[in-house]
């Protein structure tokens, strides 16, 4: 447990101030460019996955810092759930808590990410794509769990 828990305060803290200084130039520094399939543009996300909930700009990152919070105590209650899942736990953390920092600090998530070639996909970040990979990963094992168990209930049948 202790092996797994450095690796992930390591990954947490490696992703988390990646993604805030890449954020704090974009708000910061102009970093803005624009290209011909896909643009890098500040743009601020009051919402969540695609502007859903805006209309809680003002609560919504208490009531994700509350979910957070409960994951947490979850998590310490359940230390197998983490040591089995830390890799995707700690990229969840990292990609949650640095966009509820956004929200604190800049008053919104800040986005970047703008795909434009063919169609117009909605504007998103570094932390956005570890948090759909960390969602991946849980969705990988989960799946892979399912068929070992599977397999063994065949094998004992």
Not at 63 to 72: F, N
Not at 77 to 85: A, D, G, L, S
Not at 131 to 151: G, H, P, T, Y
């Amino acid at each position: 447990m202790r092996k797994e828990l450095k690796i992930a305060l390591t990954i947490f803290i490696v992703i988390f101030i990646i993604d805030q200084v890449v954020k704090y130039g974009f708000s910061n520094l102009a970093w803005d460019v624009d290209g011909p399939y896909m643009s890098l543009k500040l743009a601020y996300n009051y919402g969540v996955a695609f502007s859903m909930f805006s209309f809680l700009e003002d609560y919504l990152k208490y009531i994700q810092l509350v979910i957070v919070l409960v994951a947490t105590l979850y998590l310490l209650k359940n230390k197998n759930v983490f040591k089995e899942y830390y890799l995707p736990i700690a990229l969840l953390y990292a990609g949650g808590l640095s966009n509820i920092l956004d929200r604190f600090t800049y008053g919104g998530v800040v986005d970047y990410f703008y795909w434009h070639y063919l169609f117009e996909f909605a504007i998103f970040n570094i932390a956005d794509v570890i948090i759909d990979l960390a969602v991946v990963i849980i969705i990988f094992k989960q799946i892979k769990q399912s068929r070992e168990e599977k397999k063994q209930k065949e094998i004992n049948s």
